[in-house]
């Protein structure tokens, strides 16, 4: 459990390599359907409803996962940010957890392909 939801212990995790003539998009497809296996979720075995609800929950787990990008950025045009708020959202740290929360955000959307 992650109760201050950071990820940036998970940087220096090993990474597997591609091997020769192996596509980058492919493996990630591969290793996120192998997590979904291994959590129980088999599409190719699901009903079209199955299919639908899980397709759905991905849906709303990435718009939230990119509100919660949003959110780590200065973006509303209307609101003036001090100089300590800006320099908190260039923090390597804060990179680092906005970079994490894209990473989230294709989990899911791979999901759905």
């Known amino acids: ?13 090993p990474v597997p390599e591609l091997k020769e ?10 290793m996120q359907n192998s997590l979904q296996l291994r959590l129980g979720q088999d599409f190719s075995k699901m009903t079209l409803e199955e299919r639908v609800a899980l397709i759905k929950d991905n849906w709303v787990s990435l718009t939230d996962e990119f509100s919660e990008t949003l959110g780590r950025l200065p973006w509303k045009a209307w609101k003036k940010y001090s100089p300590e708020q800006k320099q908190d959202w260039t923090s390597e740290e804060q990179k680092l957890e906005t970079m994490y929360e894209v990473c989230d955000m294709m989990h899911f959307l791979i999901n759905i392909a």
């Open 1 to 13: 459990m992650n109760p201050e939801n950071k990820c940036a212990q998970l940087w220096n995790q």
């Open 21 to 30: 003539g192996e596509q980058a998009l492919n493996k990630m497809f591969e």
